[in-house]
């Protein structure tokens, strides 16, 4: 430890004797040593090392380790999922860590309502879960709840400015946007947007959507987030959507075969927009924006008689994520044929399905 010369004899005493009662991590090892074995161990296996002793859980828990250990590449983003627990009735929150392939449970949440929304921050290990509606109201609520990975803790957060259920979220420069979805019981359907600041736990309302949606799905590509209600049933009209630019803070209606294409669950990797078609065999679509229009993706065809619905997905480092009843997962890696022009849209293919039990 490096004393300033200002420093009195009395400082540099405490601070000597400090040094000599610090009790090392492992002993004959340096901690820094430690530290860079700590930051290898998968996440699951975190709670344990943070019960061996009360300065590993301090190395643990401290800020500064997940920022370390994205910095080295070490930290593989986390697949969060909600699943409804049988024997207890209730949602319960599972992460699936990609690196290890196994499934751990986070702990309870200090309440579930239905209608939520959810938004991670996977490279930051942090889970947003959104409104809802409340048990006791039966009306929308404004909640934000906290998971951190990195403390495997739940934390309430400042609410939102509207109360809102059924709605769309996503994660946009590292802001938190919020649309439309149903208010209280005096208000069928909201148009207001709300932007979030993670780090300072405020939230500021942003443009308003032009229209309300029957139902919500979304998706960010680029710095835009893209919003559609998708084909509902009895189809009467067609799908309905915008695009909102947090830039310029407009929002845009989107174009009509965008729209009409977006037919299941979508996923993005890097900047292109994948679906998963919810009929027939679940085919795999991608949006080409250069030719305003959808094509499907060759190579292995998804494993839909092995995946039974509901279905969640999500990308993660150039994988497709998609967990299906009873945490089965499918994974699906997309490459590029042909001469590997990642602007050729028509040469985008899945390599090979892949299911993990």
């Known amino acids: 430890m490096t004393i300033p010369r200002s420093s009195s004899k009395l400082e540099t005493k405490d601070s000597e004797e400090a040094d000599k009662n610090s009790v090392p991590l492992i002993l004959g090892l340096p901690d820094h040593i430690v530290e860079l074995c700590l930051l290898r161990v998968?996440?699951?296996?975190?709670?344990?090392?943070?019960?061996?002793?009360?300065?590993?859980?301090?190395?643990?828990?401290?800020?500064?380790?997940?920022?370390?250990?994205?910095?080295?590449?070490?930290?593989?983003?986390?697949?969060?999922?909600?699943?409804?627990?049988?024997?207890?009735?209730?949602?319960?929150?599972?992460?699936?860590?990609?690196?290890?392939?196994?499934?751990?449970?986070?702990?309870?949440?200090?309440?579930?309502?239905?209608?939520?929304?959810c938004v991670s921050l996977p490279r930051q290990g942090k889970l947003f879960v959104l409104g809802g509606v409340g048990s006791d109201t039966e009306s929308s609520t404004q909640s934000t709840i906290m998971y951190r990975s990195s403390t495997n803790q739940w934390s309430v957060l400042s609410p939102m400015l509207t109360p809102r259920s059924c709605f769309a979220a996503g994660s946009v420069n590292g802001k938190i946007i919020t649309v439309g979805g149903g208010g209280t019981s005096s208000t069928r359907a909201i148009t207001a947007v709300e932007s979030y600041d993670p780090e300072a736990d405020t939230w500021t309302p942003v443009a308003n959507m032009d229209t309300c949606l029957k139902r919500y799905d979304s998706a960010v590509v680029g710095n835009k987030m893209y919003v559609t209600e998708g084909w509902t049933w009895p189809v009467r009209f067609s799908p309905r959507g915008g695009v909102y630019d947090p830039d310029c803070d407009t929002?845009?209606?989107?174009?009509?075969?965008?729209?009409?294409?977006?037919?299941?669950?979508?996923?993005?990797?890097?900047?292109?927009?994948?679906?998963?078609?919810?009929?027939?065999?679940?085919?795999?679509?991608?949006y080409d924006p250069e030719c305003d229009t959808w094509r499907y993706v060759g190579g292995q065809k998804f494993p839909r008689g092995e995946m039974n619905k509901p279905l969640a997905v999500n990308g993660v480092d150039g994988k497709i994520y998609v967990v299906s009843f009873g945490l089965k997962v499918a994974i699906g890696k997309v490459g590029e044929a042909g001469n590997g022009d990642f602007k050729c849209f028509n040469r985008i293919h899945i390599d090979k399905w892949r299911l993990n039990n």
Request: glycine share 6%; net charge positive; with cysteine.
């Open 42 to 117: 998968p996440y699951p296996e975190q709670p344990l090392v943070r019960s061996v002793s009360s300065s590993w859980k301090r190395v643990i828990t401290d800020p500064n380790f997940l920022v370390t250990k994205n910095a080295l590449s070490l930290s593989l983003p986390y697949v969060f999922v909600s699943a409804f627990h049988k024997s207890t009735a209730r949602i319960q929150w599972q992460a699936l860590d990609p690196r290890s392939g196994r499934w751990f449970v986070l702990p309870p949440m200090p309440e579930c309502p239905p209608g939520f929304v």
């Open 251 to 286: 929002w845009q209606d989107s174009s009509q075969a965008m729209k009409e294409g977006w037919t299941g669950l979508s996923v993005v990797l890097g900047d292109r927009l994948f679906v998963i078609s919810e009929y027939g065999d679940c085919p795999l679509k991608v």
